[in-house]
Each structure stands twice: as C-alpha cells, then as structure tokens.
C-alpha cells in the first residue's frame, strides 16, 4: 500500500493529508530528509512557493526533492505547489527558484488583483461531472512542452483558455486548491496514477 508523504514546511498540510484519507490512501508529513526518503509519492500543497523555495533549502529538502522527482517521485502539485514543480516561472521574485520536472512556463499570480480569490466549474475528461475549483492568488500553466497533456482550462469568463490543470507523466499539477472543497476526485486520480505504478 502506497504512503503518500505532504511536504509541510508550509503550506495546506493538514487539509492534503484529509483529502489522502478519504481516498484510502495513507499520507504524512515530510519535514525532513528522511521522511521524503520513506514516501512513495509526495503533494506539494498550496501556500508561498516563495517561502517553500526558502525553507525547502534550510531543512535540507531542496536537493533531495529535486533529485527524487528526477528519479521518477510520482508529485501532485497545487497552486504554489504547481510553481515549485515548474521547469520555468515568470512573475517569480528576485532568485525564486523551482524544483522543476514538469516542463510547463508558469506564470505566478497570473489572474490579477481584480480576481485574486475566485471558484470556477472546470471540465475534466477523466470525470463525469464539472469540478468545482478554488483559485487564491493562482498560477496560470503559460507553455507546456510536448509531453504534458493539459487537463482541464478555464471555460469562461476573462481567464477563458487559460491552462489550469496538466499532467507530465508522473507530475500532475493544478492551479487550484483541490484539498479545500472536499472533492476528493484529483486525490483520487493521483492515488491511481501512484498504485498504478
Ligand atoms: N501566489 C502564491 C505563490 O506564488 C500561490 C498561492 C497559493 O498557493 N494559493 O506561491
């Protein structure tokens, strides 16, 4: 049985960790090089990519996440955890850094001050019905190279097209918060990708 470790430096742990729960799967905590070496796939959750970047590097997790993801660690990333994934960001501050494996351009605060907060119904053609998802202060997916399927785009209003849900092999990434409206069906999905491994 597969363990499924949330990075939690900083970040949405606690609600990730539920969400894991629900779909009967066991999660914990990763703070410290050793408990990354025990998991068999990690989430990345929702909060600052830029203080993720920073405490990543003073718990000594930077590298040996980097070099797990280049090994084939099976990661979920959502909203700044969509950041720290991406190969390449705009909008970064001065020295961001990424962990990289998912070869997409994301752009950092991408849909503007006037929609820093909104929800939206995206379609995904894995599920039977729209899925409800929350955006606080989001990334965009701007490029995505040959390998990456988009998943699912927003379908209307001012950010319509806009790619917020990819898959690069062993990587999926979302714009969104998966973990906060109890919707397990993307925890789901990545539980699947990991048992099906
Ligand atoms: N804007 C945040 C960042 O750059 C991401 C916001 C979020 O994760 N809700 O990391």
């Known amino acids: 049985k597969p363990v499924i470790g949330v990075f939690a430096l900083q970040g949405n742990v606690r609600e990730h960790l539920a969400m894991l729960a629900q779909v009967g799967v066991e999660g914990v905590p990763v703070r410290r090089p050793a408990e990354l070496a025990a998991v068999d796939a990690l989430v990345l959750p929702g909060g600052e990519s830029t203080t993720m970047d920073k405490l990543a590097r003073s718990f000594e997790l930077f590298e040996p996440l980097q070099k797990r993801i280049a090994d084939g660690l099976p990661v979920f990333g959502t909203c700044a955890g969509m950041i720290m994934l991406a190969n390449e ?109």
């Open 89 to 197: 960001i705009t909008g970064g501050i001065e020295g961001q850094e990424t962990l990289g494996g998912l070869d997409v351009t994301v752009r950092r605060n991408a849909f503007g001050r006037q929609v820093d907060s909104f929800e939206a119904e995206l379609e995904f053609a894995a599920f039977d019905t729209p899925y409800h998802a929350v955006f606080i202060r989001a990334p965009w997916v701007e490029r995505v190279g040959l390998a990456v399927e988009v998943l699912s785009t927003v379908s209307s209003g001012p950010a319509a097209g806009r790619i917020v849900a990819v898959r690069h092999d062993r990587l999926l990434a979302t714009s969104f918060h998966p973990e906060m409206t109890g919707d397990a069906r993307l925890h789901g999905y990545f539980a699947d990708l990991v048992r099906d491994l």
